[in-house]
């Protein structure tokens, strides 16, 4: 599905600037710390991070997304470890990251969202960060983006659920107007997440 809906495009389907997320959450983006960005897509948010100074690998699946990711990048001048494989089904890099983020990875339901989150929570060193990024369910009236599934949606329970253990540094449901690409266009109802694994 997703190889299908970037290819059909000309265009960054999701534009090319980073998630206002990434933005908000600027600061935490630490010079040559290393990241992983799970499901990059186009690379907007890869190469945005490595433009901030971070070593960062970038996992997606469909292969024309990816070739667009390092269009961006070379356009850019940065550098991204850009790996082909599905994140559901293949093997993670071993590597265990000081940042990992998912943003607008919500393609599956509860089953798969319990295998994404604890593949996220294991390349994640300790002290490391965990940062997610998506819908909740009132998106559904929005219709602005995202799946047409209630159930693919995050809530602070379900989050809270999934990195019980974690010092959870910002969590926050909230409204804002979102404008990337033909993709995600509209007032959008988001939740954001900031977790430190623990040290032990």
């Known amino acids: 599905m997703w190889e299908e809906r970037f290819s059909s495009s000309n265009e960054y389907v999701f534009g090319k600037a980073p998630a206002q997320f990434l933005l908000d959450h600027q600061a935490r983006l630490t010079r040559g710390h290393t990241a992983l960005s799970v499901a990059d897509g ?15 690998t970038a996992l997606e699946f469909a292969p024309s997304a990816i070739v667009r990711a390092r269009a961006l990048a070379d356009e850019l001048g940065v550098s991204v470890d850009f790996q082909q494989l599905d994140i559901m089904a293949d093997p993670w890099p071993d590597e265990q990251f000081d940042l990992v983020a998912g943003i607008f990875i919500q393609f599956v339901g509860p089953d798969g969202r319990r295998v994404q989150f604890q593949r996220m929570k294991d390349a994640t060193k300790p002290g490391g960060l965990v940062m997610l990024h998506g819908y909740r369910p009132e998106q559904l009236e929005y219709g602005t983006g995202g799946p047409p599934f209630a159930q693919n949606m995050y809530t602070e329970v379900i989050l809270r659920a999934a990195f019980v253990g974690w010092e959870i540094l910002d969590l926050r449901e909230y409204d804002r107007e979102v ?8 007032m959008s109802a988001l939740i954001d997440l900031v977790a430190r694994k623990p040290m032990d």
Do not use: I, K, P, T
């Open 42 to 56: 186009e690379g907007r948010n890869s190469v945005f991070m490595a433009q901030q100074g971070l070593d960062v």
């Open 179 to 186: 404008q990337e690409g033909s993709g995600h266009s509209g």
